[in-house]
């Protein structure tokens, strides 16, 4: 395995320092952006109304993550091929579509077709889930995956530092599994260089009680750019070794155990009341840990917990286990299936909320 250079500490350092920074500058020059009248649909745990400025600076160090790779790194044999460049505009596409509906309130429809299209391109530019042999199956999970990772983040983000964290402990898991096979002079590296420390700046404003949110500006950008470094990285990852179907399943499965437990329960709650799943509601797994007694920083510790634990069996699968079995598959499966129930039967507690 392959560490660190002092540029990429250098680099992660200063994308940290800007993060903090112009996080600050936002929040004390910028009071509107991103807030929400109080006749919109979009229900929040906290009931005051805060500026939501956190998808900006992640986008602004995404872009300067791209630029300043070659200049910093001079990585001269690394350049921006075609799957790339689709990344870059997918991304790019969920964040223009998310600061369109903090500023507008978009229509459901609009933003659907755009989550679409997003996985088009990123199928188009060569990023798509490879586990199947008929290439339609491997083209509809991909958008499937795309449109639904999208939703999943927007909906997570319901309390002050959740999606944050979550997001935070995907990365590292990603850029553990890059080290892992020595992918470290990429613009991959640098893309989730830059995530990481755009979202530790991020969570000293966001962690309660917040000063802003992230908005759905971050929201979908988090979602359709952890989407496809997912793709690359978990459900298509670069090993020697051969993978079985439930293996590539289990991989992303566990590795965003919270944003898939968290949405199909509260899709399946709100089914049966018969609501729409996309009107907003205080009717998440993490409002309900919040029912129980928990502090929204409890809440966040438990959700944390729980990510690290996913994320380190993620690391185990990939890394550690050379010859698959059935054993494995079951004794994952259980895990994922015990913390979906706890998680679910405690969203069940209170019927009413």
């Given amino acids: 395995m392959n560490f660190f250079s002092w540029k990429h500490i250098l680099f992660f350092l200063g994308a940290l320092l800007f993060s903090f920074l112009i996080n600050s500058i936002m929040l004390r ?21 805060k500026p939501a400025l956190g998808g900006l600076t992640f986008y602004i160090i995404f872009l300067l993550s791209i630029i300043l790779h070659s200049f910093i790194f001079s990585y001269s044999s690394d350049t921006v091929d075609f799957k790339f460049t689709g990344i870059v505009g997918a991304t790019s596409l969920g964040f223009l579509m998310g600061l369109s509906d903090d500023a507008y309130n978009t229509r459901p429809v609009l933003k659907f077709l755009t989550q679409l299209l997003c996985g088009g391109i990123l199928i188009y530019s060569g990023t798509y889930i490879n586990i199947f042999e008929n290439e339609f199956l491997n083209y509809s999970m991909t958008i499937l995956w795309v449109a639904g990772l999208m939703n999943s983040i927007n909906m997570l983000d319901n309390m002050d530092g959740i999606t944050t964290i979550v997001s935070i402990v995907i990365g590292i898991t990603i ?9 470290v002079n990429s613009f991959g590296t640098t893309i989730v260089i830059g995530l990481l420390a755009s979202l530790l700046g991020f969570l000293y404003f966001n962690w309660s009680p917040s000063k802003m949110y992230m908005g759905d500006t971050g929201s979908q950008y988090l979602g359709v750019l952890l989407a496809a470094l997912s793709i690359n990285y978990l459900w298509n990852p670069i090993t020697t070794e051969e993978f079985s179907l439930s293996r590539q399943l289990l991989i992303p499965l566990l590795s965003f155990i919270i944003p898939i437990v968290d949405t199909t329960t509260v899709v ?31 809440v966040a510790a438990v959700i944390a917990l729980i990510s690290i634990v996913s994320s380190t069996i993620v690391v185990y699968v990939i890394a550690s286990i050379k010859v698959w079995s059935h054993w494995h598959t079951a004794i994952f499966i259980a895990y994922f299936l015990i913390i979906f129930t706890v998680l679910f039967i405690i969203a069940n507690k209170n019927i009413s909320k």
């Fill in 29 to 49: 020059f910028v009071k509107t952006l991103g807030i929400r009248n109080e006749n919109d649909t979009v229900i929040r745990w906290s009931a005051q109304s």
């Fill in 175 to 183: 850029l553990v599994l890059m080290l892992v096979n020595n992918e």
């Fill in 268 to 298: 399946i709650k709100r089914m049966r009341k018969g609501n729409s799943p996309f009107v907003g509601g205080k009717d998440h797994t993490t409002h309900h840990l919040s029912y129980l007694g928990l502090s929204e920083r409890q």
